[in-house]
């Protein structure tokens, strides 16, 4: 057997095929950390033959104990199919010390539920109007769903491979589990192909990315103060719900029509595993943590110094590193600590914050919780001192483009 190594240690990957049946998967989920295992991710699949596939990657095992795992799995697992009174087929395990490719032809993607999936959405429901974005994988459009306004993300059919059913499914469960007024609301998702999209709140007022950069619009400081509590307030929210967003970057922060700042795109989002911590190269590189950069392991600190340059970029309206090339500020960031020059006029407090959150050590960084209360306590500051300066005066315009 071939073996798969990430920094430190030995992952197994155990495929399981059975009929599909309700609940198999958290009673799989239960039997694995029942043996020991330590689950770094787990993936389910239905098949057009009713079968259902699951897939974990797991550590705490010994790669020479491979054949007694196996061995435990096939002794165990039957217990399963006799508590669920199982009539039929029975359930064969493949132990493998590798990624393999698996190739499915699905009629339903199968993302767990208790039951019915209340946020199954029929797509003959969904009005498409106009595209607004386009990728590498989808579409972005904006339409009508029961009435109301709404952002259609499309899943191309033509690149519908494993790895983009997997971030697909992720991404549903993900919003489905968080529900927060400073994070992008889930309506709904069509999970048969070909029609895999996911349906969002429609968010008029467009991405803080494109306010900055290509609006050229700008931000007084109480502004600025409202957008990072809002960005702030979603990423707690997230943190709690033990999810790393792993993406955390302007262009994933909308604003609707009231100007109310949400976070959004969970399309590499995680949920954080046991031992809190997670490898491989996800994110952009202008937003990008070193440790993530490095392929080290790391959590939802990382997201912590994203939100540093997303706080730096609101206070400039400048790109990151905007003269070097994204690979060449990776470079930078990860070999000679390399980070944006904070302006000489910006609040104290507000230099201190950011210099904090892109620490080189995780364990440096603050907690979002934290974030936003100092974040509150500066906004309180600032309308009090300017409340002085600007009695009788007209409020000025909080958020502007030229």
């Not at 209340?118 to 994988?137: C, H, M, N, P, R």
């Not at 031992?275 to 994110?283: D, L, P, Y």
């Not at 600007?390 to 409020?395: L, T």
Request: aromatic letters at 6%.
């Amino acid at each position: 057997m071939i073996s798969l190594r990430l920094p430190g240690k030995l992952m197994h990957e155990i495929t399981i095929s059975t009929n599909d049946k309700p609940k198999l998967l958290s009673q799989l989920t239960s039997l694995l950390s029942e043996i020991g295992l330590n689950i770094q991710e787990a993936h389910a699949f239905s098949t057009v033959d009713s079968y259902s596939l699951d897939v974990f990657v797991v550590n705490n095992w010994e790669p020479e104990d491979t054949e007694q795992l196996r061995s435990m799995l096939v002794k165990e697992i039957p217990k399963i199919e006799k508590n669920a009174q199982s009539e039929s087929h029975a359930v064969y395990p493949v132990v493998e010390q590798d990624q393999i490719g698996i190739s499915l032809v699905s009629n339903h993607m199968n993302i767990p539920a208790d039951s019915i999936d209340v946020w199954e959405i029929d797509a003959y429901q969904l009005l498409f109007e106009k595209k607004i974005a386009t990728g590498s994988s989808g579409d972005l459009y904006k339409g009508t769903f029961c009435s109301q306004d709404v952002a259609i993300k499309v899943l191309r059919g033509e690149h519908l491979d494993d790895k983009l059913q997997r971030e697909f499914s992720q991404e549903v469960l993900i919003m489905r589990k968080v529900r927060h007024k400073n994070i992008v609301q889930f309506i709904g998702s069509c999970t048969r192909p070909p029609s895999l999209c996911i349906v969002t709140e429609f968010m008029s007022g467009g991405s803080m990315y494109d306010f900055l950069h290509k609006q050229k619009g700008s931000l007084n400081l109480q502004s600025l103060l409202r957008v990072a509590i809002d960005v702030s307030k979603g990423m707690n929210c997230l943190h709690q719900n033990h999810i790393i967003h792993r993406d955390l970057k302007s262009a994933n922060l909308l604003m609707d029509e009231n100007g109310v700042v949400k976070v959004a795109d969970f399309g590499v989002a995680r949920v954080q595993d046991q031992t809190g911590v997670m490898t491989a190269e996800t994110g952009t590189y202008r937003w990008m943590a070193p440790e993530v950069i490095e392929h080290e392991l790391y959590d939802h600190k990382a997201d912590v110094f994203s939100f540093g340059i997303v706080l730096w970029e609101l206070l400039t309206g400048e790109l990151p590193y905007e003269h070097l090339s994204p690979l060449q500020a990776a470079v930078g960031v990860l070999q000679q600590g390399l980070r944006p020059s904070i302006p000489s006029h910006s609040h104290p407090e507000l230099a201190d914050l950011l210099k904090r959150c892109w620490q080189r050590e995780p364990f440096l960084r603050p907690e979002f919780s934290e974030i936003l209360e100092l974040l509150q306590q500066l906004e309180r500051t600032v309308a009090d001192e300017r409340g002085g300066k600007q009695k009788g005066k007209s409020p000025r315009r909080a958020v502007t483009a030229v």
